[in-house]
DNA sequence: CAGATTTGACCGGC
DNA sequence: GCCGGTCAAATCTG
């Protein structure tokens, strides 16, 4: 245990170094007349070693299970729960004594900015708020069961002024529901995916195999804030899958076993889109732990035959990846 | 008609 | 007094 603990607080440490080390490469860059994308890659090269960063604290039980990244001023509040209105009057608990996650997510135009908070749980809108000095209004959200499973988990949406595909998404507190977490993705256990033929499964497996844009290619290999982060792929014919296509997301963790399990119909409840959808089933391990992927990671196709395949996949009941298109 | 969203009002922190 | 967060009535939607 001792030793385990400080090898995590190692990685720890390489993750805060190595993401020193890219901003001040990043700073070199803003010198120069270096390239849009090379300093966007700079930059989520430094998310990604924090998130990193955060993810080993988190699993090292160092901070709080929501990821505090900006804690209370105050004493610690309770688990989850705000307080009723008719209990604020009295307590004056109605800001600041909840932890936050704040979480930046990066969407595009053609995956829509709709899926943005498809994060696995589902939320209710309470308000919006036009905030100083930002030209976008914030958005409120709670969980949809605050009344009925007493979630008192809420969330903050705010597109950012500079790059409007940047949402910051800030959470309060931690979901106690485990009804809110939709059913998007399905458990390999599942017998609706035991039902699957497997003839359907080789066929389609000879049919698509998927791998990186570009393997190799540190351009394809975005890093991502969590819960939700972006991934694109695409496909090749006649390619096996790459089980290190993952390697680069704050995790470092790879794909492997991956297989192709069948196609979705369309009317899939997971996916709404009109296009068909695509099952993979992976086992997701990295340096800090090997994860127990009881999920499936998913996959569909933004149109039909494209090439390229959005990913959705979930590792943890707390996390849910979110995919959207990645430029092609 | 029930549940979700919108939006003006209210309230507390700073 | 300003601003951000929440409430709740009105409105919308399926």
Redesign the pocket.
């Given at each position: 245990m001792e030793s385990e603990s400080s090898l995590e607080k190692q990685e720890l440490k390489n993750e805060l170094v190595q993401g020193m080390e890219v901003a001040r490469k990043l700073k070199a860059e803003l010198g120069l007349e270096s390239s849009a994308q090379n300093r966007d890659l700079l930059v989520e090269r430094i998310l990604s070693s924090y998130d990193k960063a955060l993810l080993i604290l988190r699993w090292n039980g160092s901070v709080s299970k929501s990821h505090t990244l900006q804690q209370p001023?105050?004493t610690s509040p309770p688990q989850s729960p705000?307080?009723?209105?008719q209990e604020?009057?009295h307590?004056?608990?109605?800001?600041?004594l909840?932890p936050k996650l704040v979480n930046h997510v990066k969407v595009n135009s053609e995956s829509g900015f709709e899926g943005l908070h498809e994060d696995g749980y589902?939320?209710?809108?309470?308000?919006?708020?036009?905030?100083?000095?930002?030209k976008y209004p914030?958005?409120?959200?709670?969980c949809?069961f605050?009344n009925t499973k007493d979630c008192w988990v809420?969330k903050?949406v705010?597109r950012s002024e500079d790059d409007p595909n940047i949402f910051d998404i800030?959470y309060?507190g931690s979901h106690t529901c485990s009804k809110g977490k939709k059913n998007a993705v399905v458990s390999a256990e599942s017998p609706e995916m035991q039902e699957k033929p497997q003839e359907s499964q080789t066929n389609f497996q000879n049919m698509l195999t998927v791998a990186t844009t570009n393997p190799g290619n540190e351009e394809t290999a975005c890093s991502f804030t969590s819960p939700s982060t972006s991934i694109g792929f695409r496909t090749q014919e006649n390619q096996n899958f790459l089980p290190s296509v993952l390697e680069n997301n704050p995790f470092s963790g790879s794909l492997s076993q991956t297989q192709l399990l069948s196609p979705n119909t369309p009317e899939s409840n997971y996916f709404p889109s009109p296009f068909c959808a695509y099952e993979l089933e992976g086992i997701y391990s990295n340096p800090c732990s090997e994860f127990d992927v009881s999920e499936i990671i998913s996959a569909h196709t933004s149109t039909i035959n494209s090439p390229i395949f959005d990913f959705d996949f979930s590792l943890d009941p707390n996390f849910r990846f979110n995919a959207s298109r990645f430029s092609s």
């Amino acid at each position: 245990m001792e030793s385990e603990s400080s090898l995590e607080k190692q990685e720890l440490k390489n993750e805060l170094v190595q993401g020193m080390e890219v901003a001040r490469k990043l700073k070199a860059e803003l010198g120069l007349e270096s390239s849009a994308q090379n300093r966007d890659l700079l930059v989520e090269r430094i998310l990604s070693s924090y998130d990193k960063a955060l993810l080993i604290l988190r699993w090292n039980g160092s901070v709080s299970k929501s990821h505090t990244l900006q804690q209370p001023t105050k004493t610690s509040p309770p688990q989850s729960p705000l307080p009723h209105k008719q209990e604020l009057k009295h307590t004056s608990q109605k800001r600041k004594l909840i932890p936050k996650l704040v979480n930046h997510v990066k969407v595009n135009s053609e995956s829509g900015f709709e899926g943005l908070h498809e994060d696995g749980y589902s939320w209710r809108k309470y308000g919006q708020k036009d905030i100083l000095g930002n030209k976008y209004p914030r958005s409120y959200y709670r969980c949809t069961f605050r009344n009925t499973k007493d979630c008192w988990v809420t969330k903050q949406v705010q597109r950012s002024e500079d790059d409007p595909n940047i949402f910051d998404i800030t959470y309060k507190g931690s979901h106690t529901c485990s009804k809110g977490k939709k059913n998007a993705v399905v458990s390999a256990e599942s017998p609706e995916m035991q039902e699957k033929p497997q003839e359907s499964q080789t066929n389609f497996q000879n049919m698509l195999t998927v791998a990186t844009t570009n393997p190799g290619n540190e351009e394809t290999a975005c890093s991502f804030t969590s819960p939700s982060t972006s991934i694109g792929f695409r496909t090749q014919e006649n390619q096996n899958f790459l089980p290190s296509v993952l390697e680069n997301n704050p995790f470092s963790g790879s794909l492997s076993q991956t297989q192709l399990l069948s196609p979705n119909t369309p009317e899939s409840n997971y996916f709404p889109s009109p296009f068909c959808a695509y099952e993979l089933e992976g086992i997701y391990s990295n340096p800090c732990s090997e994860f127990d992927v009881s999920e499936i990671i998913s996959a569909h196709t933004s149109t039909i035959n494209s090439p390229i395949f959005d990913f959705d996949f979930s590792l943890d009941p707390n996390f849910r990846f979110n995919a959207s298109r990645f430029s092609s």
